[in-house]
């Protein structure tokens, strides 16, 4: 998987309620897909582990073509975030590429 692939498929993953909702890590990727902190990694693989595969596995489970695929592709994200590497940029940079990848990846789930 290469980063802008990663950055492209957290991005199907994430969850954006509110500041505090956990699903909020996987938009915190632009395409070069660097993780922002170690907890930033552990963040995202908990979220991976826990309420996307229990999604997967309920969509599988309801019968949801689309869903075929999820799995492996959770698992390809997970192996991703085990080695991807930290990123570099002051926080303030960090902010403005995550707010942006955010509303991108908004606008392509739109158009989709």
């Given amino acids: 998987m290469t980063p802008r692939e990663f950055w492209l498929a957290a991005a199907e993953w994430g969850s954006y309620l509110n500041d505090w909702d956990p699903g909020a ?24 582990d826990g309420p996307c595969r229990k999604a997967a596995t309920a969509n599988i489970a309801a019968g949801d073509p689309s869903s075929r695929g999820d799995h492996e592709q959770l698992d390809e994200l997970r192996a991703y975030l ?28 739109d158009g989709a």
């Fill in 25 to 48: 890590c996987m938009y915190g990727f632009d395409e070069r897909g660097t993780v922002q902190s170690e907890q930033h990694r552990a963040d995202c693989i908990a979220w991976i």
């Fill in 82 to 109: 085990l080695t991807a590497p930290r990123d570099t940029l002051p926080s303030s940079d960090r902010r403005a590429i995550a707010v942006h990848a955010a509303a991108r990846a908004a606008e392509s789930a």
